[in-house]
C-alpha cells in the first residue's frame, strides 16, 4: 500500500505539510527482517544483487549500486581520470557533490549558465567554455527532467571529451519511452532520502560506456578484483588499481530493493500531485504571478519537484515565510556554485550566470510526496496572492495523490 510517513513524527513544532515524507514501501520490514535473521551480513549479497539487476534491466546497461550518488560521482571521475591540469564543466545550478567529486581530483571546475525553460546546463554555454585543457562535461537534470543530452553527447564526441550525466533526480523518467540515463558515458543515480525512491541513503553509477564496466566494478571493490573472483573468473582476488567501498550494505540494499519495487506506483502518485498543483495554479500563473514548471513534449517526468518561480526574491521569501506560519513547509533550493566559497576556490564562472542567479532567487518548492495534501497547499498560495481559488478545483480530493494510487489496487 501506498503511503508515508512524516519524518519528525508527531512531535511539536513539526509542519503539518512537511516538504518530505519518505514511502514505506510494500515489503520493507519483510527485507530488513531477512537480512537480520542471518547469522552474518557478509558476501553473498543477494539484497544488493537483486537491486542491481531491477535498475540494469531499468538502464539496459551495467550498473554499480552504491552508498550515495556522491560515492557514484567520484567514482566517475576516477573512471574518466580527471587530474590536475584538467577541466571540468558543469552547470552553477546544482548541488555540491557534483563539483566536489572533480575538485577531489585536483580538476579545475568551468561552470556554466543554465537555460530558463527546464533550468538544465545550456548547450551554447557549453560550447563557448570547452578549451583545450576541457577533459569532461557533467549535465545535470533538474527535477529529473532530462538535459539536452543528445546534444551534449554530439558536442563531446565532436571535441573527444566525456560526457557524464547526473540524474540524481531522474529515475523513472522516460524520454520517448526510456529511462533517461542510457546516452552519456557514464551517469549517476541517488537514493537519498528526499528523493522519490530512497533508503536513506543510497546511489548508482550507471556505465553506459563498454571499456569502462570492468574498471568500475574495480574501483567499487577498494582496488581490488574481487568481483572477478567471486564470478570465478580469477582463482583469489589481489589489489589492482585505486579505488573506494562504495558498494551499500544488505541493509541499504533490503531497503532499496523494496522501494524500486514500488516504484511505479510511486510515481503515478506523484505524478498525480503534480498535476493536481500545475491546474489548481494555472489561473495565478496566467496572471504573471509566477511561472509553473514545464512538462516537456516526449517527456514523461517523475514528479520529483514542483516549483513555482515567482517575480521578485523579496515576493519569494514573504511566501515561504506565510506558508510556513501555515505549517506548510516549501523551501528554495540550490545556491549558485559559481559564487559559493569552494565554487571561488575551485573554479571559475565561463560567461555570465544571469539565469542561474535569476532562478536561484527566486524559485521556490512545495511540498510533493505520495498523499500529500494539494488543496490547502494550493489554498494557501491563493490567499497570499489575494485571488479566489478557481471553483473547478474544489471537488479535487485533499489527498488526491494517495487516492489516485490506492483506487488503482485490488483489496482497497
Known amino acids: 500500500m501506498i503511503h508515508a510517513e512524516a519524518e519528525s513524527g508527531d512531535q511539536p513544532n513539526v509542519m503539518k505539510i512537511p ?8 515489503n520493507e520490514k519483510q527485507y530488513v527482517e531477512e537480512v537480520l535473521s542471518r547469522a552474518a551480513y557478509g558476501a553473498p549479497y543477494p539484497f544488493q544483487e537483486r537491486c542491481r539487476q ?19 560521482l567520484e567514482m566517475a571521475a576516477l ?13 552553477s545550478f546544482t548541488f555540491s557533490s557534483t563539483a566536489t567529486a572533480f575538485a577531489l581530483r585536483g580538476a579545475a571546475l568551468v561552470f556554466v ?28 537534470n533538474y527535477a529529473g527532467n532530462p538535459c539536452d543530452i543528445d546534444a551534449l553527447r554530439r558536442l563531446s564526441d565532436d571535441r ?18 526510456r529511462q533517461v540515463g542510457t546516452t552519456a558515458d557514464l551517469t549517476t543515480i541517488s ?12 546511489g548508482a553509477l550507471v556505465v553506459n560506456r563498454p571499456e569502462f564496466r570492468s574498471r568500475a566494478h574495480i574501483l567499487s571493490e577498494k582496488g581490488t578484483n574481487r568481483r572477478a573472483f567471486f564470478l570465478g573468473e580469477v582463482d583469489k582476488y589481489s589489489w589492482v588499481d585505486i579505488g573506494t567501498s562504495a558498494l551499500p550494505s544488505e541493509l541499504t540494499s533490503a531497503l532499496l530493493l523494496s522501494q524500486l519495487e514500488d516504484a511505479v506506483d510511486v510515481t503515478e502518485s506523484r505524478r498525480s500531485a503534480w498535476s493536481a498543483y500545475r491546474d489548481a495554479l494555472r489561473p495565478l500563473a496566467e496572471r504573471g504571478l509566477f511561472s509553473l514548471p514545464v512538462d516537456p513534449d516526449g517527456v514523461r517526468h517523475n514528479a520529483h519537484i514542483f516549483h513555482l518561480l515567482v517575480r521578485e526574491q523579496e515576493v519569494r521569501d514573504e511566501l515561504i515565510r506565510y506558508l510556513r506560519d501555515r505549517s506548510i513547509s516549501a523551501p528554495f533550493h540550490y545556491l549558485p556554485l559559481h559564487s559559493s566559497r569552494a565554487g571561488l576556490r575551485h573554479g571559475r564562472l565561463s ?60 483489496g482497497t
Do not use: Y
Open 160 to 177: 573527444d571529451l566525456l560526457l557524464v550525466e547526473d540524474a540524481a533526480q531522474s529515475l523513472m523518467t522516460e524520454r520517448d519511452g
Open 351 to 410: 560567461g555570465g550566470g544571469e539565469i542561474t542567479d535569476r532562478v536561484s532567487s527566486r524559485l521556490i518548492r512545495l511540498p510533493l510526496w505520495p498523499g500529500v495534501p494539494v488543496r490547502p497547499v494550493v489554498e494557501a498560495i491563493h490567499d497570499f496572492f489575494g485571488v479566489a481559488l478557481d471553483e473547478r478545483f474544489e471537488s479535487v480530493p485533499t489527498s488526491l495523490a494517495a487516492q489516485s494510487v490506492e483506487s488503482q489496487r485490488p
Open 54 to 72: 531491477w535498475l540494469e534491466h531499468r538502464f539496459d546497461s551495467e550498473v554499480v549500486v552504491t552508498q550515495s550518488c556522491t560515492d557514484a
Open 79 to 91: 573512471l574518466c581520470r580527471v587530474g590536475p591540469g584538467d577541466e571540468v564543466i558543469l552547470p
Open 113 to 140: 549558465d543554465i537555460e530558463p525553460r527546464l533550468f538544465n546546463i545550456d548547450v551554447d554555454a557549453v560550447a563557448k567554455a570547452v578549451t583545450a585543457r576541457t577533459k569532461v562535461i557533467v549535465a545535470v
Open 19 to 26: 516538504f518530505n515524507r519518505n514511502h514505506r514501501a510494500s
Open 191 to 202: 537514493f537519498h532520502n528526499t528523493k522519490n525512491i530512497h533508503c536513506g541513503e543510497g
